[in-house]
């Protein structure tokens, strides 16, 4: 569309260019839940429950190096057995449907970000538009690192650990599947936005309300906060599984100094 054409577009012209954007939006997002829905029982033996059984790879890998170094505490070695259970009579359908909707989401995530650009791209610059795509790559990568990070480090490590939790040897240990699919997901989400920090730092920077004097000034008072939320994330307690979970958060911190304005 030329620029005479799009300067000429009314309120509703641009109105109804949102709509059928949202429409290729939400189409695609309901093919995609479908595909998942269709294979949701494949996913969740092979994958959303694979951290509950010991033949999960991180297990295997902590077993055999800790064979060699014992370093690692006692939760995380051993066999280890998580017995889901469903308490709800709906519970089950509706995870299916939600869990597809979710997956859906996050697999479908760089579509509808590129959708949304391509709505509010012509009232760009061409810099602010070459801009906007680095940022649209990186801030995938980004994201879609720290969804797996939190899939195969930080969720199977809080797993071992809450679900072999004994307040007493009266109460037997069973998970609920909606418990369990709520840390699954939580903890999977929170990391893929947290792994977001350089990305912002970087719009920040670019907006100059963020400099990496404040990076400086603030890194000591920043590695107490990474360290508390660390915590607040793995609440096991234990130095190796909270510096599993600090060691990438302030690695991002140190990252996100350095892609900032001096």
Not at 25 to 35: D, E, N, T, Y
Not at 123 to 146: C, D, K, P, W
Not at 209 to 233: E, G, M, N, Q
Request: hydrophobic share 55%; proline share 4%.
């Amino acid at each position: 569309m030329s620029e005479i054409a799009e300067s000429e577009m009314t309120f509703w012209d641009h109105l109804d260019d949102l709509r059928k954007i949202l429409f290729r939006i939400a189409a695609f997002i309901a093919i995609l839940a479908l595909g998942f829905f269709s294979y949701m029982k494949e996913i969740f033996d092979n994958v959303i429950l694979a951290p509950s059984r010991d033949n999960f790879f991180l297990y295997e890998w902590m077993n055999r190096l800790s064979a060699k170094y014992p370093i690692f505490p006692d939760f995380c070695i051993g066999k280890f057995q998580v017995k889901i259970i469903n308490i709800n009579l709906s519970s089950q359908f509706f995870i299916h449907m939600s869990t597809s909707l979710w997956l859906a989401l996050v697999a479908g995530f760089p579509f509808i970000i590129y959708q949304l650009f391509v709505f509010v791209k012509p009232a760009l610059y061409s810099h602010e538009r070459r801009n906007t795509g680095v940022a649209f790559f990186f801030g995938n990568i980004l994201f879609y690192m720290g969804v797996t990070v939190g899939y195969l480090m930080v969720f199977p490590l809080t797993l071992r650990f809450l679900a072999g939790y004994n307040l007493s040897s009266y109460i037997e240990n069973s998970v609920s599947l909606d418990s369990y699919m709520d840390s699954f997901l939580m903890l999977c989400f929170i990391m893929g936005l947290v792994f977001e920090l350089p990305l912002l730092s970087m719009i920040l920077s670019k907006l100059g309300i963020l400099k990496r004097a404040f990076f400086t000034k603030f890194r000591k008072h920043a590695v107490i906060i990474l360290l508390i939320l660390s915590a607040v994330i793995t609440p096991s307690g234990d130095p190796f599984t909270l510096m599993v979970v600090f060691l990438p958060i302030y690695m991002l911190w140190e990252i996100s100094a350095l892609v900032v304005k001096k």
